[in-house]
């Protein structure tokens, strides 16, 4: 049992996203006994598309120890990775890895999080610095909290209350996605990737893939499904061209799931015949509902501003390939746990808890645009209010 002493002068704590980096801090600091409150704009459970996440040590610390859920129990064990040349050829090295779905974390921390701490369909329209304190605003009604955590997301909103010096900016690329239940793979096909972790480097382009959970977090064999990811790169007009769904609706950043232009579809089946080696190449194809997201950088330099903190992708927004976004979430939330179990007073806590993890984020932030790099998807980098405009 871990001995809690939390400052005395924080005992409110409101949260202003209620995806899993707003979670993570709900449900730690809700173990500090602290009256906890989060508010999520979007209605219902959100629509995790399946997608995958690479399970890294402090998500899998944080569901034991807090969510009570034993993560071998609800991930897919790897035990190589193998690298495809665009022949077919495979290359092969032991490396062990677990993955698990967004959904199946999420899930494990709604379990957790008491319902009635829990408010959907409640945008946060305002945040008011007051000293040491902060008011949420929602529409109409008012909520003075001792500490209030930013959790919005990438697009953040009130991230210029923290650090009004940074903004977001395409990447240059972005990544098709695509999620296949097991059930639906041929065989042999589904052989190929059996525990491993798949990878083709190609010209200016990477694909990789692997088994996640099936639905309810089953990890059975045959049960599971395969998730697969695909950086490609695209200039501004090419980004709102495939964003831009059936309908001719333009959706900026991103294609959900189901709304893929057919001919948007098409280039992207013609494009995995002419680039990627055949196992991958089959994976596209067997796709119903390919989907996409823009990647897009973020960094900060203050994650503090008195009782306004920034957190998960609101502070920095890491590349994917760095698979260390919902753990980079899941480290902020416990450090913040730690630094007030400990502290005499929540300014040193506050002061600590940002001092460590700036130095992480920015870290992580370099190593994800390095691997870009070398992977020769950079060059169409932009700032994001000049691309994918939703129509
Ligand atoms: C291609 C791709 C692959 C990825 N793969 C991985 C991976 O392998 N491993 C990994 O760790 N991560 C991966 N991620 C990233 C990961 O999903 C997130 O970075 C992580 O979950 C942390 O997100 P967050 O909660 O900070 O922000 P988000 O998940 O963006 O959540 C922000 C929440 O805030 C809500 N919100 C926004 N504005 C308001 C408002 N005004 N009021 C109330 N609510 C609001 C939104 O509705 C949303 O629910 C990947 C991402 C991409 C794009």
Redesign the pocket.
Known sequence: MLTVTTPPDISTVGI?????????HAVALTELGLDVHV????TGR?DDRG????L?PS?AWFLSEFCGVDADQVSVPVTHRQFFTRTGNVRIMPMRQQMIS?GT?YKALRDTLPAERYHDG????ALTPTPAAATLH?GSTAHAVDLAIV????????RGLVAPESASRYAGYV?Y?GVIDEADLPQELAACFRDRFSFYDGDRTQFLCYFIPGDFGTTAPGHRRMNW?W?VRADAPELEHITTDRNGIGHGL?LPPGLIAPQVRTDLLTRARSTLPQPLRELVEHTREPF?????DARVTRMRNDRLLL?????F??R?H????????AADAITLFHALRQAQSADAALRAWEQLRLAEGAAIYGQGVGLGHRLGLSGMEAPVSTVGRAG
Not at 39 to 42: I, L, V, Y
Not at 51 to 54: D, K, N, R, S
Not at 151 to 158: E, F, P, Q, T, V
């Open positions: 202003v996203g209620g995806s899993l980096g707003g979670l993570f508010w999520e704009r979007s959100p997608a995958g996440i690479v890294q998500v967004w974390i409640q945008p946060v329209t929602l959790a919005d997301g990438s697009a953040s909103l009130h990544a996605r990811v950086y991103s996409l997201q823009a990647i897009l957190t998960g992708d609101a502070a927004v890491v994917p760095t698979a260390a976004s919902a753990e980079k979430a």
